[in-house]
C-alpha cells in the first residue's frame, strides 16, 4: 500500500533551521495534494504547510509564514519543508499527508499519512 515516511527531525537551538523531508512510495506524490501537520504535546493538530498538485495553492499558517518553505523534489518523489528561525513553540510531531483532493489534506483528512518526526526547539 502506498506509504509516507518523514524525516529530518532533531533537536535544535532557537533561531536554528532544519529540513523535514517526507518520501513516498507506491504513490506518485507530485500527482497528490501533500500538507504537513504539526502537534505538541497537550494540543491539537495543527495545519502548518499545505501544497497543491502541480505545485498550485500553498499555503502556510500564520504562525509559520515567512519561515517554512514547502517544496517539491518530484523526481525523488518528496516533499520538504524547509523551517527557519526556528521558535520553542515549533516543537511538536511533524507528520506529513497527501491526498488526491486539496480540501481533503486542508480539512485534516487526507488518505496517506506520514509516521511522524519529531521537531525540538529548547536551548
Known amino acids: 500500500q502506498p506509504q509516507l515516511v518523514e524525516s529530518g527531525g532533531d533537536l535544535v537551538q532557537p533561531g536554528g533551521s532544519l529540513r523535514l523531508s517526507c518520501v513516498a512510495s507506491?504513490?506518485?506524490?507530485?500527482?497528490?495534494?501533500v500538507g504537513w501537520f504539526r502537534q505538541a504535546p497537550g494540543k491539537e493538530r495543527e495545519g502548518v504547510a499545505f501544497?497543491?498538485?502541480?505545485?498550485?495553492?500553498?499555503v502556510y499558517a500564520d504562525s509559520v509564514k515567512g519561515r517554512f518553505t514547502l517544496s517539491r523534489d518530484n523526481p525523488k518523489n518528496t516533499v520538504y519543508l524547509y523551517m527557519n528561525n526556528l521558535k520553542p513553540e515549533d516543537t511538536a510531531v511533524y507528520y506529513c499527508?497527501?491526498?488526491?483532493?486539496?480540501?481533503?489534506?486542508?480539512?485534516?483528512?487526507?488518505?496517506?499519512w506520514g509516521q511522524g518526526t519529531q521537531v525540538t526547539v529548547s536551548s
Open positions: 499527508a497527501a491526498d488526491l483532493t486539496y480540501r481533503k489534506v486542508a480539512s485534516g483528512v487526507a488518505d496517506y
Open positions: 501544497i497543491g498538485s502541480m505545485s498550485a495553492n500553498t
Open positions: 507506491r504513490l506518485t506524490l507530485r500527482q497528490y495534494a
